[in-house]
């Protein structure tokens, strides 16, 4: 299940969240041809990523800012951003640009302390924008359940493009980052789960004051869980491609 795009248009130019995402891309292309250099990279996440033992020493706080800017490849990249491009725009049309920019600081900054929480010891280095965009998508649960999200859903030689409640999707994204956090250990799971575990928790408490001053249940009522905007329509353009049938 992988989100590709929403349906809910932001009623503002997400400046912020397309500063981010150009910063992020803008990073990684400064060590983008040094990747084949073991020796390079390791002074890079020995420098610049969070490493939990680090901490605990009273060495790198600053890691826990800027390791949410580092990205260990391509695909790490490409997903983050997309999750983040799909979910930014709304959260920051509400919580203008601003104090959107540090609401996804604190989070991002709130999810690496979740992670070395989890294991301070620890002496694997954690970089990834995942903690503090998964702020995002908590925020965006709160603010906007019913908003529409197509996922692409994919069974071995199946795909399938399908409308969904953010909720189910978000609901759903962090019972995985949940369960995969209790079932493996941080040295063994490669994934950062419960630095997505708690930069989504605590997206959802940093919006929560927000929610009670709109109206809290009523505001979910009045908005029916959706951004104050009119939905975008996508339709299916037909293949140009001519179809073979068999003889």
């Known amino acids: 299940m992988f989100p590709i795009r929403d349906h809910n248009p932001s009623g503002r130019t997400p400046y912020v969240t397309y ?5 992020n891309i803008g990073v990684f292309m400064t060590y983008f041809s040094a990747m084949n250099d073991v020796r390079a990279m390791n002074t890079l996440w020995l420098t610049w990523a969070m490493i939990p033992a680090r901490l605990s020493e009273g060495e790198g706080l600053f890691t826990l800012f800027s390791s949410m800017f580092l990205h260990g490849g391509v695909l790490h990249l490409a997903g983050n951003m997309l999750f983040l491009w799909i979910f930014g725009d709304n959260v920051e049309d509400r919580l203008g640009h601003l104090r959107y920019l540090f609401f996804y600081i604190a ?19 954690m970089v990834g924008a995942s903690g503090a965009i998964a702020g995002v998508m908590g925020g965006y649960l709160l603010l906007f359940p019913k908003a529409k999200v197509d996922i692409l859903i994919i069974i071995i030689v199946i795909f399938k493009v399908l409308p969904i409640p953010a909720w189910i999707m978000l609901a759903i994204w962090f019972a995985i980052q949940f369960v995969g956090g209790v079932g493996s250990s941080t040295t063994e799971a490669g994934v950062a789960y419960w630095a997505h575990a708690g930069g989504f928790i605590a997206g959802l408490i940093l919006v ?3 929610w009670l001053r709109l109206g809290g249940p009523e505001f979910w009522h009045r908005t029916e869980g959706h951004p104050p905007h009119p939905a975008a329509r996508y339709r299916m353009v037909e293949s140009r491609i001519p179809k073979v049938t068999r003889r």
């Open 19 to 23: 500063f981010l995402m150009a910063a």
């Open 107 to 125: 989070c991002g900054v709130l999810a690496a302390l979740s992670q070395y929480i989890v294991d301070p010891t620890s002496g694997i280095p």
């Open 208 to 210: 929560f004051p927000l």
